[in-house]
């Protein structure tokens, strides 16, 4: 069955008025869709969406994340061994963290890292053949917001499809939630989020507005952030 942009699909369904072979136009591919010469096939149940310019993706609900490669997660470091850490990002297996790929780190300048901590990083290796690979440099090797995150905040994990909601630049929730509301806030593509507020019970109403925000249009995002603080006002 031929699909388009907008339409519910499945796996076996093939995406129709787009071709790989055109030189004019870069197409990329994002979670759910998989390539077979120059046509492209569904690999998952969902609905079939495209960010502009030319990224096509299947959005569905799902917790279990699959790497991609250049995506920025947030995971929790488990183990060490040798000079590579082992980070727990959410995926059928734990991804590798060299104790190098940190701006301004050697062999006698090594981060200080410890298990248990959170780090925000970006995968710079996302195969089915190969274990999953981070950084926390950019391209430029800057950190760029990229690293350990603090110890007192608080991280929760949610649904993919949230993650994908609350970062389109057309969500308003981060915007009606920093009028009120001092935070950091780090938001990885693996459906693990860390937050960082003025008190604990700041924390935990920044992280009950983005998790209700799942099942809320952008139109009443207003009416929740309202309610929320509402909440925080009485117990305070």
């Known amino acids: 069955m031929e699909v388009n942009k907008g339409d519910v699909v499945l796996p076996g ?8 072979s055109n030189e004019k136009e870069v197409v990329i591919l994002g979670p759910g869709l998989r390539r077979d010469n120059d046509a492209i096939f569904i690999c998952k ?21 699959i790497p991609s ?6 995971g929790i470091i488990t183990q060490k061994a040798g ?5 727990d990002i959410g995926a059928s297996e734990q991804a590798s963290l060299s104790y190098l790929a940190f701006e301004g780190a050697s062999k006698k300048n090594r981060p200080d890292i410890q298990i248990g901590d959170v780090v925000f990083a970006k995968l710079l290796i996302a195969s089915k053949d190969m274990e999953p690979e981070l950084v926390c440099v950019d391209s430029q090797g800057k950190e ?7 110890t007192d905040g ?11 909601k609350i970062l389109n630049p057309d969500c308003p929730l981060f915007k009606l939630l920093g009028k009120n509301q001092a935070y950091e806030i780090a938001v990885g593509m693996n459906g693990k989020i860390w937050i960082k507020a003025r008190s604990v019970q700041e924390t935990i109403a920044v992280a009950n507005a983005i998790l209700a925000a799942e099942y809320t ?20």
């Open 13 to 20: 369904d093939r995406v129709k008025d787009v071709s790989l």
């Open 45 to 65: 149940a969902g609905i079939l969406k495209k960010r502009e310019p030319a990224v096509y993706y299947v959005d569905g609900y799902q917790k279990r994340y």
């Open 69 to 74: 490669r250049g995506e920025n997660i947030v």
């Open 83 to 87: 000079d590579i850490y082992k980070v």
């Open 144 to 150: 760029n917001d990229l690293g350990v995150l603090g």
């Open 154 to 164: 608080m991280m929760f994990t949610c649904s993919l499809s949230l993650v994908r």
């Open 217 to 236: 249009v952008p139109a009443e995002m207003n009416k929740l952030c309202a309610k929320i603080e509402k909440t925080l006002f009485l117990v305070i």
